[in-house]
């Protein structure tokens, strides 16, 4: 696999992520111990969700049983891939904490940073990502998604959220914008100051009220965070409460690298069929193997940059110990790489042939989720 220089942006990741790096220039802090209940979740017992900004007001919320809201969204632009279940999966573990969760469509961003129709962007959130975000288990009830074009049918909702968007521009300035984001665009500056009413606008008395917000994102996103929560301490007539937020590993690709919905051969999506599973995982996944069945037995093999083995570390493989197991087999050479390759394959196709009649159902809810608010 050809090493590449990581890029980072809020809308460019690529090349091989060095989150040690990342974690110092961004000043975001590593997760330490949480409580007990986060265990229950895959990705934070695994720690790849693996740092924060705040996240105590968090903590102490679920503790007391108070009232917060897990702010997100979602870009509207192809495929719904694996790498996007690491968020689901997220809204829903917050979800049964007590959360209230916002869904915020990007489609207006999509529009200035993407040239993306609004049209398409509707067909695209709904079919490709709110479906599957009710098969994985997203409940209607204590959620609202809306669409960054059209926040609400309430006047009073809709107006408040544009209103702060204008608030919050007042409160930026462009040296600022320019220190965050590096070049950029007029467009990008204004999706930048919706995405910041979307993260803050769940306080606003036309909503919850002063409230905890976390928001979740992988850690390309953290410029978002940051100037939000640089703006919104400076706007004198609204108490915000500081956002929280937590930051995960980006999945990988199929031949590593970060996922992109834009290369088809990178990702597996929710909707692939058995064959094209088995076809993207012996033809595309990155190996941690040896050259020869021979070699691989004398040497051993390399979990760490094995692509299906970390499918099965960040989504498919539930049991520690059966994975332990799989890492110790694989490193010592005792499991060659076709092995864990259909191993990998009969996971995966497993999981989505109970998640695609899950998403069949989840058609029928679709009017439960869309314009509540």
Known sequence: ??????????????GEMDYNKI???????????LPPVFNENLLFRRKIIFAHRDIQRI??????????????????????????????????FYQKLGAKIYIAVADLEAYNARAQSLEDSRRIAIEEYILNYIALGLKPENCEVY???????????????????NILARHATFAEFKAVYGEITPGKMISSLLQASDML???????????????????DQDPHLRLARDISQRVKSEKFIQLSSTYHYFAPGLGGGKMSSSEPNSFIALTD????VANKINKYAFSGGQATAEEHKKKGGNPDVDVPFQYLRFLFEEDDKKLQKIYEDYKSGKLLTGDLKKYTIDKINKFLSEHQKRREEAKKLLDKFIFKG
């Open 1 to 14: 696999m050809k090493k590449e220089k990581m890029k980072l942006t809020p809308w460019e990741a690529k």
């Open 23 to 33: 974690v110092k220039e961004f000043g975001v802090s590593l997760l330490k111990e």
């Open 59 to 92: 903590l102490e919320a679920i503790k007391n049983r108070k009232k917060f809201v897990m702010m997100t969204g979602l870009m509207p632009t192809g495929k719904f891939h694996i790498g996007h279940m690491l968020l689901a999966q997220q809204m829903i």
């Open 147 to 165: 669409f960054q074009s059209e926040r609400s049918r309430d006047a009073k909702k809709s107006n408040a959220f544009y209103r702060l968007q």
């Open 201 to 219: 606008h769940a306080q606003l008395k036309e909503f919850e009220g002063p409230v905890p917000v976390v928001v979740p994102v992988g850690i």
């Open 273 to 276: 069929d058995a064959k094209t």
